[in-house]
DNA sequence: GCCCGGGCTTGATGTTCGTCAATCGGACAG
DNA sequence: CTGTCCGATTGACGAACATCAAGCCCGGGC
């Protein structure tokens, strides 16, 4: 395993802040793969041996029920993911897939699990970590149970722009059928949708989305910090706990 | 504050586990108080300074969005609620309200933190709480996205029922226009729902719940460990983890 | 006893959304 | 270049669901 790569890896929020006996234990079992597009990492309710670091590539979560599918999230680097199942040595709750090729870090669950209970700075990590997704989570429900589809759309659009630098013009991330499935709809559906915002200026092209009257958008989605996460995606931010704290910052860490 | 209520608290899985130091710590700067029913104990988006534990009583955990209201989850004693918001000093996202007179435990937001990271153990078991949480969330999540509505209620009963002890017959725990906002529906399709689930054997009288065919009910339902969660309340499993783990138990943290 | 209010139910109606089917268009292999 | 595949789109239709508007039931207050 390569120093470039483990340094990404101690650089997490994650990680940042336990000892190096820690880290070092962590790592020396830890082993890096790359997989092909399309590769199952896990299926859900199969018991989970590692916590996955996505260093490079794309991955979907999803869950199954009654042969329906549904994105949970889609992840891009440097995440971490199924940590919740690490922790209490469960099965996973949902299955992981890769989107694209990609480089995953692999480290094994019950050093975690042991090494947690000797550094309580890197237990202390783990339970914002897991604070910070179980936030993203109640968000997704409320959006989920809040909105409907042209809103939650609406809403997608305005976010993806701001994590993508502010530009009126972006990209979206993922296919569109995967992209419906995170929004809850069909991928027909998601083109009704796309092409019933051309009347809040909304313009798209293939993947390439314009945003032409931003104030007229946002009057339709009504974004909401208790929803939607706005914070850039930028400048080394990684970890969910720490995407959870802005605009606040670490300041707030008074004793008082 | 009396000492039955510290042994309750001492007992959950949240805090079994830690140090005496910690407990006094923890409690020392705690108050116990009793709200009538209806009371607003946190808006979503104020800044949280407690942790609150349930004693007695009964919360609603509930998200609003654009005049819109939908619950979260409901609550029963004994439980912790805003532990995220907690851990990452952060504003809620939800707002909670008493459902019924409930005796609340407030222990201080800034104690938590700063005992977690000097005590490793506490930080494990909070950690493990979280996971517990989130992975709550991930079930509710999936329920939503991929289950219609007849078939949320119908598992919601199933659910209901083995956690009541899995008598035919068992009572519904709330008022009906909270459980359909918690199931993600109107109470008149609640009340459209129920009258359909007649034809799977369920008889609905008031609050009390009678299903008189389970197999047919479930072959509607089909209930699926990934989501529902069907561990029956009793003997004291108090804690979100803990459920979690169910029905693997504690045996599983082998360090193989 | 009576009235009143709130929760629940029931029916009628419209909106949203999913499903089915056909078509379009670009990527890629032959 | 051409056929094929797959995702995206578009239209027609039906199912699921929300909304609006009664009416019912039961319990509390007078």
Known sequence: MRDVDLERVRALPLFSDCSDDTFRTLTAG?????????????????PVDFLYVLLDGVVELEGTWNDKETT???LRPVSTFILAAVVLDADGLM??????????LMLSGAAMRRVMSE????AVA???????????????????KLRGGLERLANYLIT?????GGEPTFALPTEKRMLASLLG??????SRSLAALADYGVEVNGPSVTITRPAVLERLAKPDPLIDNHQPVSGGVTGKAQRERWPQGD??????
């Open 95 to 104: 299955s992981a897939r890769t989107v694209e090729r990609s480089d995953i």
């Open 185 to 190: 709809m069909t991928p027909e559906n998601l």
């Open 30 to 46: 830890a082993f890096l793969q790359r997989f092909p597009a399309g590769t199952t990492l896990l299926l859900e309710g199969d």
């Open 119 to 122: 550094d309580a700075r890197f």
């Open 160 to 164: 993806q722009r701001l994590r993508q």
């Open 126 to 144: 783990v339970a914002q970590e897991m604070a910070g997704c179980y936030r993203g989570l109640v968000r997704s429900l409320k959006n989920q």
């Open 72 to 74: 949970l999230a889609i």
């Open 251 to 256: 300041d707030r860490t008074h004793a008082a």
